[in-house]
């Protein structure tokens, strides 16, 4: 798949709290293909402090309009940067990266956690045009830590676990009524302890699972080779040969 | 107008990329037409295939990166079987990165490097410092130095150049050694040697503690060095670190240098080396030079 270097224009932003925002980007000319999954490497403008771009996501893609919608949450200064940006200014991309979920799978669960919602939008809809309807698992420590909700509501089935109990179910997502063995592909991005729990069940239960991975990266292209993880077959670069692994190629990195 | 030679070589335009920063050039053929480069060298290569480092690997710190990658690389077989086929038609300098654990890693490598129709010459990485043995040892102290070039020097017969690391009192002194040696070129700076703290986490942001750092903050310590070398060896010097623009690799030619690489920038901007070819152009007519090679060396 072709990756590409342009600037995309502000279009749209939304924040949802202190820690979570959204940009809507577009470029002028039609998009190539996406795969949910995938993510921009953004560089991060007026900020001598932050010279390496930083990997997002891609949350949602509109074809028709030829925007794509980053969900970002606030961890440092880059991401501090881009939550200061405002309709019709310029952002630069390198995109788009990586390899993203197999869309397999006919009884499906997609399990989120924090900013790791992010990418199962764009699966929601790719799964949805393949006539699957997926199961939809959010969860964070409170209701504010869940950006986005509603958007999901047209895709799936969908289901929260909060730690304070403040939306859907109190608890883990590991916990939640609709945490089970009746599917047979599980899709799963979020804080690595939540992605190695959902993924060892999976294992155990004999269930496929995929899970995206987030790794710090310079390059994002494969180039650098700094974003590593211990799979099985040795050190993969996440930015490459991820960010989304079958959970089976991961059985170390489970076990650490 | 921007063609350059080192030793042997003719470079098209002194624009080379730095290994470590630039896979085996695939990886920025979306981006860029790897042909218009004056050479490509590709990640660091030893005898046999190596793991590298644990994650994490990389820190950001002011206007640069640390890394301590550890010389991750698929091992010198599988580049001669695989992966030289696949790059070996760019119509550009390929030079590989040769580096080692012992005299006996770099000559093996070496060696069979030296059997490659297409790959001009090899840089003898004798710089690395995220790499427990050998790497760096043999690059801070002269008499090794001299001494791994010496027998690389016995079993390999194109363009030799030699990496160094300043992480030496007298870089001036290494470079002597080197040309002594039998070395055909040199090219530095390799990474420094650095740290970093997370101080919530209280722990250093490397696995390996220590890494090296690249970009642009290096850039004045590594046009010193340069202009040091430029000035005591008669081997043509190969200039890096911390060049992202046209002006930047404009200062190590003026120090000195033969040629540049241009590493961690192209991180940031995966077509920055053709804006860098395109503003040397650019500069030369504005100043009516017709070679680039008059302002070589001019201070």
């Known amino acids: 798949m072709r990756k590409y270097i342009t600037d995309f224009t502000i279009v749209g932003k939304q924040v949802y709290n202190e820690s979570y925002f959204s940009l809507t980007l577009q470029h002028p000319d039609r998009l190539p293909e996406i795969a949910a999954g995938q993510f921009v490497e953004v560089e991060v403008p007026d900020n001598k402090q932050v010279m390496l771009r930083r990997p997002i996501s891609i949350h949602d893609v509109d074809i028709d309009n030829n925007t794509l919608t980053i969900l970002v949450q606030v961890v440092g200064k880059g991401t501090r940067t881009l939550s200061k940006l405002s309709e019709g200014q310029k952002l630069n991309l390198v995109y788009p990266l990586g390899h993203g979920f197999s869309l397999e799978g006919t009884h499906t669960l997609l399990v989120g956690g924090g900013a790791g919602i992010a990418p199962l939008l764009h699966l929601s809809k790719c799964l949805s045009a393949k006539g699957i309807r997926p199961t939809i698992l959010l969860g964070g420590r409170t209701a504010a830590l869940i950006p986005v909700q509603k958007e999901f509501e047209p895709y799936g089935t969908i289901g929260f676990a909060t730690e304070d109990g403040s939306l859907g179910e109190k608890g883990l997502v590991t916990q939640h009524s609709l945490f089970s063995a009746d599917y047979d592909h599980i899709y799963t991005c979020g804080p690595t302890p939540m992605m190695k729990a959902v993924a060892r069940y999976a294992l155990e239960k004999g269930i496929e699972c995929e899970v995206s991975l987030e790794n710090m990266m310079a390059c994002g292209i494969g180039a650098c080779l700094c974003c590593v993880v211990d799979s099985d077959e040795g050190h993969k670069c996440v930015c490459k040969e991820g960010p989304v692994f079958n959970a089976k190629k991961l059985t170390n990195w489970i076990k650490q | ?299």
Not at chain 2, 156 to 165: C, D, Q
Not at chain 2, 189 to 199: E, Q, R, S
Request: aromatic share 6%; charged share 20%; with cysteine.
């Open chain 2, 1 to 299: 107008m921007l063609q350059t030679k080192i030793h042997n070589l003719t470079l098209k335009n002194p624009v080379m990329t730095a290994s470590g920063t630039f896979g085996y050039g695939e990886e920025f053929a979306d981006f860029i037409d790897l042909n218009r480069l004056g050479g490509i060298i590709v990640k660091g290569t030893t005898g046999e295939r190596r793991q590298g480092n644990p994650y994490p690997r990389m820190a950001e710190t002011p206007s640069g990166m640390l890394n301590a990658v550890g010389l991750q690389n698929v091992g010198v077989e599988t580049f001669c079987k695989e992966v030289y086929h696949r790059i070996k038609d760019l119509d550009t300098n390929i030079i590989v990165n040769v580096s080692g654990s012992s005299i006996e890693e770099y000559c093996k490598t070496a060696a069979m490097i030296d059997e490659l129709d297409n790959i001009p010459a090899i840089e003898l990485n004798i710089s690395c410092p995220n790499v427990k043995k050998g790497g760096m040892g043999f690059g801070t102290n002269p008499d090794m130095a001299a001494q791994v070039v010496s027998e690389v020097r016995k079993i390999y017969h194109k363009t030799l150049i030699v990496k160094l690391t300043p992480n030496v009192t007298s870089v001036v002194e290494i470079a002597k050694a080197v040309e002594g040696a039998g070395a055909d070129s040199v090219s530095l700076i390799n990474t420094l040697l650095g740290m970093a703290i997370d101080v919530e986490k209280q722990r250093p942001y490397l696995s390996t503690i220590t890494g090296g750092l690249s970009g642009p903050a290096v850039k004045p310590v590594a046009v010193r060095m340069v202009w040091q070398v430029a000035h005591a060896v008669s081997i043509p010097v190969i200039g890096l670190g911390g060049i992202t623009s046209a002006a930047d690799a404009l200062e190590f030619l003026m120090a000195g240098a033969k040629a540049v690489q241009v590493g961690t920038a192209n991180f940031i901007d995966p077509a920055v080396t053709m804006k860098i070819i395109d503003g040397l152009e650019d500069y030369c007519k504005r100043h009516r030079i017709n070679d680039i090679n008059d302002i070589i060396g001019i201070i």
